[in-house]
């Protein structure tokens, strides 16, 4: 299935001012993006696309960019990434559009290095979190989520130098995503001169008694939990059986909401990471996408996978302003790897470069509080 979103503003009043401005400013600025619409995590797709939709309305209603209306164009991939690459090619060949943006999942967006490198697309802000994305550099993928390895370079921070404990363990899911959070986690003990306990486990596990018999017999204070949070909820629960009551930590996933669905009070005083501004912020950029989805998505409910797409649409407004409407491949790369410091409010400042296409290389602190995570640091940088 498809979505397009043009905004409301694209009726016939809007085709009679089209009538004064010159060619370029009428053409339409095609924008495509790749999710999971159905499937398992249909939630986080579709929630990704209203963001983006609500940002686009927001900026078509306003009048465009130097006179350009955007136009949004969704494929549902179901999170496989060989449907990825196949909606990724329709929306470059046939539809034509300028950039892939927020294209949902960490798989699906490794997926499509080749197609962009080979098409010379940008792929820009896509929700995903792998080191692959960035590293090598590619020249068209462009990030503002700090993948798990920087999360974890910011959280081993604050174990060694705030909390100051050095009896560590990692129970990780043993996967890319997994390997690759440890590595960011063993960079820093290891400058460290600390150890690192790593309990690796199979993605699908349900019995984790042997992994925190484990870390509670290897005299482990701290625990940090890299999987999903159905998983990080076995594990403490697995723990409070044991009598065993470490600090618990973990990367963005952890801080869901759903994590104390799952765990109650159990989850109280865990630790993780926010890589954006929880939805009760009272920043007025918080409040502004929040009234803003509701004028232009009000039956969805406002999420940080939402908070996301919105970001990303007002950012590839902001690209194309830069570039004075321009939407080759050139100039759009040009515009972003001059972008510096650009504060969306919802994150931490974002900066690029021509050999430094991650934009967040920090993330936030936030602890597990009477049943809502809360923010307890500012923006803490990973190196």
Partial sequence: MIWKVLGRSLACAAAVAMMALPASAQELVNVGMSGPFSGGLSLLGQSVRDGVEVAFGEVNDA???????????????????????????????????????????????????????????PLLFPYAFAHALTTPLNRDVFTTLPEVRVQMMVLANYILKELKQTKVAAIYQNDDFGQDAVAGLEERFKSANVPLTKLPFDRGTTN?????????????????FLGIPKDAALVMREANNLGWKPQFSGHNALGDPQTFQLAGPLAEGAIAIAVMEPLDSDKPAVKAFLAAQQKYKPNSKPTTYSMHGYQSGKLFAEILKRTGGKTDEASIVSALEGMKNFDTGLMAPLSFASDQHAGALSGAIMKAEGGKWKIISGWLSAN
């Fill in 63 to 121: 009048g465009g960019v130097s006179g350009r209306k955007l136009l949004f164009i969704a494929e549902d991939d179901g999170y496989e990434p060989m449907r990825t690459i196949a909606s990724a090619r329709k929306l470059v060949e046939q539809d034509k559009v300028v950039a892939l943006l927020a294209v949902t999942g960490t798989a699906p967006s490794a997926a499509l290095l080749p197609f962009v490198t080979e098409s010379k697309t």
């Fill in 208 to 224: 984790f008694s042997g992994v925190v018999a484990q870390a509670k017999g290897a005299g482990v204070e701290h625990v940090v």
